[in-house]
């Protein structure tokens, strides 16, 4: 088109068919949420669900997330996949350190999240006592399906959350709050 040949209607239509506008934060969002790729951290019988997800039966790459980072410098979501040994969890520190900012974290399976049966000295009651989880999936093992609805409720956090400091303070008030719970080892049960 040539300047000048359209002008007042004309050109606003002309424009609005044409343009897409929004604002800086929604964009990154929009990016974020849609070219996640998560890091390979199957610790127990989970793992095979979420191997699950990326065959053609569910097709994780409908959500651009095809590919399951070898490396934690290559991921920016980590889906904790089964119970947590104590050995394991300074490893799971550790990875979860190396990933690049922003990170999220996916509790997946209810030894994950809570230690699940295993209430002994052996496995950490809850992954969110060594990284900041952003969605627990409760289940035993879980499903491919639900574990899909996780990962579109994260992309919908993910879109929703701001730019900038307010996801590294929220982290870090969140990583407080987990450190100061009380341990494992201090914890009464329901008979004492």
Same mark, same amino acid.
Not at 10 to 37: C, H, P, Q
Not at 130 to 154: H, S
């Given at each position: ?5 359209? /002008?007042? =209607? ?12 929004? !604002? ?7 990016? !974020? ?9 199957? +610790? ?9 997800? *990326? ?6 790459? !409908?959500? *651009?997330?095809?590919?399951? =980072?070898?490396?934690?410098? #290559? /991921?920016? +979501? ?15 520190? #550790?990875?979860?350190? #190396? ?12 030894? /994950?999240?809570? *230690? *699940? ?19 627990? +999936? ?6 491919? #399906? ?13 879109? /929703? ?5 307010? !996801? ?21 049960? +329901?008979?004492?």
């Amino acid at each position: 088109m040539q300047r000048g040949l359209l /002008a007042g =209607a004309d050109l606003d239509s002309y424009v609005e068919e044409r343009v897409i506008t929004t !604002r800086f934060d929604k964009a990154v969002a929009w990016a !974020r949420g849609n070219a996640m790729w998560p890091a390979t951290f199957g +610790l127990a019988c989970c793992a095979i669900e979420m191997m699950a997800v *990326g065959t053609p039966d569910y097709d994780i790459a !409908r959500f *651009g997330m095809e590919q399951f =980072a070898a490396t934690p410098r #290559q /991921a920016d +979501l980590m889906i904790v996949a089964g119970r947590v040994s104590q050995k394991m969890a300074p490893v799971v520190r #550790q990875v979860h350190d #190396q990933m690049p900012n922003p990170r999220w974290v996916l509790s997946m399976g209810v030894c /994950a999240s809570s *230690g *699940g049966m295993f209430n002994n000295y052996a496995i950490v009651q809850g992954v969110d006592h060594i990284v900041p989880v952003d969605i627990y +999936l409760p289940g035993c093992p879980p499903r491919p #399906q639900m574990l899909i609805n996780a990962i579109l409720e994260l992309h919908a956090q993910i879109r /929703a959350s701001k730019f900038g400091v307010d !996801r590294v303070a929220a982290a870090r008030a969140a990583e407080a709050a987990a450190l100061e719970a009380t341990p494992t080892h201090e914890m009464k049960g +329901l008979l004492a």
